[in-house]
C-alpha cells in the first residue's frame, strides 16, 4: 500500500530519466518544472536549498538533488528507488554501448537529432533562474552575492572548485550582520553515523582489496581495481561529468602507457584514446546523468576479459560511482538539516541561495556565448534557430500548462526535420 502511494512519483522520476538533457544545469531546470510546479513534491525554497547544498558536496550534484526528493517524500527507501531509476536508463545505454562499438560507425550517427537540445537546456536554465531569483535575491547584500557568483561563473565556468568557494564565500558573507537573523534558542545535536560509517568502511575496503588483489594476482583482481577506481573518483569529483571525464580520461587512457606502468603494471585496467572519446561524446547526448559513462568505461577495461566479466564491469562502473554521491548526501542531509536551527547557518543559506541564483546566471551567460554567440561570431544561421528554441522555451515554461519531456521530445524532432 505504501509504494502504491508513491508510484506516481516514480512514474514522473522515470520520465524525469529519460528526458533529462543537458547536463546538470538542464536537470535542475526540468526538475523545476517536474517535481516544483507540476507535481509539489518540494517547494522552490527547497530545491534552492538543494542544489546549493548538493553543489558543497563531491559527486554528481543532479543525482543527489533527486535522491534528496525521494528523501524528502517517502524516506531512505524512496530516496534509493528514486536513485536507481534515475541512473539506470543512461547507465543501461552507456554499458550497451561498450558491447556495441565494435560494430559502431561514427559517420552513421547524425548529430542534427541533438541540435536543438543544447539551447533547449538554456531555456530551463534561465526560467529557473528567473523563478527562484524572486525567492532568493530580497537585498542589498543578496544582489551584490548573485552579482559577484555571476561574474565569477562566467570566467571560471570550468574550474571545478569555483561552485563550492563561492556557496561558502557567501555563506560566509551572510554572517557579517546578525541583525536580519538572530539565533533563538538550540537545535538538536543528535547525528546518525550510519551512512558515513558505510562510506569510510567501503572506502578502505576497496582500497585494501583493490591493492591485495593486484599483489597476489587474484582471478578478480582488475573487479576490485575497477570498484576501487570508480568509487574512489565518485568520492572526490567535484564540478561535474567533464571533470569526471578528465580523471577516467587519465586513469584508462594515458596512465597505463606512461613507461613505469608498463614496466610495473602492463594488465593495468585501460582503454584506447578514440573508444573514450566516443563514449564521451554520446554520454552528453543522452538523457540522465553524466556520470553514467563509468558504466561504459566499466565494461571497455573489462572487454578483453569476455562478455561475462564485461556486463560484470558496466555494473560494477555504475554501482561503484553513484555509492558515494548518495551515501554522501544522505548522511550529511540530516546533520545540515539539524545545523539549519542555528542562526549561523540560517544566515548563511540565504547567502548560499543568492549564490546558487548567481551561478545559474553565469551558467545561462557561459551557455549562451558557447551557443548563440560563437555560430553567430563564425556567420552560422543556426543562431537565430538556438535563440528561438531558448524563447520558445522559456515562454512554454512559463505557461506551466506543458510538460517538460513534452518540450524535449518537440526539441528533438525539430533537429531531425530540419
Known sequence: MILLRHIPFLRAVLWHSITAFGGPQGHL???????????????????IEYNG????????????????????????????????IWILPACTIMGGLSFLLDYFDDKSLSPDLFRFIQPMA?????????????????????????????LATFLAFKTPWVFPVLIVAAGIATNFSDKRIPQKGTPPKKIKWGNMLIFLALFGMAGYLSETASRNNWRLKKEFNLFENAFRNGSFVFGGGDVLM????EQYVTRPETRRVKEKRPDVLKMGREEFLTGSGIVRAIPGPV???????????????GPGDQLLGCIIGAVAIFLPSAL????????????????????????????VVGIMCGATCYLLKDTVLMALFEGRS?????????????????????????????????????
Not at 531546470?29 to 517547494?43: A, E, L, N, P, S
Not at 523563478?131 to 555571476?150: D, Q
Not at 556520470?291 to 576479459?305: D, K, N, P
Not at 528554441?389 to 515554461?397: R, S
Request: hydrophobic residues 55%.
Open 53 to 84: 547544498f548538493c553543489q558543497l558536496l563531491p559527486g554528481a550534484s543532479s543525482t543527489q538533488i533527486l535522491t534528496l526528493i525521494g528523501y524528502k517524500r517517502g524516506g531512505l527507501w524512496l530516496a534509493v528507488l528514486t536513485l536507481m
Open 291 to 305: 556520470f553514467s559513462i563509468s558504466a561504459f568505461t566499466g565494461g571497455m577495461v573489462m572487454r578483453s576479459l
Open 382 to 418: 543556426i543562431w537565430l534557430w538556438d535563440l528561438l528554441v531558448i524563447g520558445c522555451t522559456f515562454f512554454v515554461l512559463s505557461r506551466n500548462r506543458i510538460p517538460a519531456p513534452y518540450i524535449v521530445i518537440a526539441c528533438l524532432l525539430m533537429g531531425w526535420l530540419l
Open 246 to 249: 578528465t580523471y577516467m580520461y
Open 122 to 150: 538554456i531555456g530551463f536554465i534561465a526560467y529557473s533562474t528567473f523563478r527562484i531569483f524572486h525567492i532568493a535575491i530580497h537585498n542589498t547584500i543578496t544582489r551584490v552575492i548573485m552579482l559577484v557568483a555571476t
Open 29 to 47: 531546470g526540468m526538475m523545476m518544472k517536474t517535481f516544483v510546479q507540476q507535481r509539489k513534491d518540494i517547494t522552490e525554497s527547497e530545491l
Open 328 to 355: 554522501l548526501v544522505l548522511f550529511f542531509f540530516p546533520v545540515w538539516h539539524n545545523l539549519k536551527r542555528y542562526a549561523v547557518i540560517f544566515r548563511s543559506l540565504e547567502g548560499i541561495n543568492a549564490s
